[in-house]
């Protein structure tokens, strides 16, 4: 069973940084792809970014230029730095991890507050 465990969620003033982490743990599949989704309220969940075991990144266009996805593959840990957060960032941020394009998990998800 796999499990995904966020933190570093919290308030920040606008202009503000974050880094989020999440570890992986359990039996995890080494063709993977880990990511970071977001859900304001009464709105739908979307991608910010994503990240492949060797490195290659995919932005969510509203993010891109602000926002840096990382790993380390030894640890199972995916990070997203974010840097010049707005209000409309506020939102909780889960983390995903698909293993060969099938299998998906979820994390239980960190709340992320900008406040203006």
């Known amino acids: 069973q796999v499990q995904l465990v966020e933190s570093g969620g919290g308030l920040v003033q606008v202009g503000g940084s974050l880094r989020l982490s999440c570890a992986a743990s359990?039996?995890?599949?080494?063709?993977?792809?880990m990511g970071w989704y977001r859900q304001a309220p009464g709105k739908p969940r979307e991608m910010v970014a994503q990240?492949?075991?060797?490195?290659?990144?995919t932005y969510a266009e509203s993010v891109r230029g602000r926002f840096t996805i990382s790993r380390d593959n030894a640890k199972n840990t995916v990070f997203l730095q974010m840097n010049s957060l707005r209000p409309e960032d506020t939102a909780v941020y889960y983390c995903?991890?698909?293993?060969?394009?099938?299998?998906?998990?979820w994390g239980q998800g960190t709340q992320v507050t900008v406040s203006s």
């Open positions: 990240i492949t075991v060797d490195g290659r990144t």
């Open positions: 359990g039996s995890i599949d080494s063709l993977n792809v």
């Open positions: 995903k991890l698909l293993e060969r394009g099938v299998w998906q998990y």
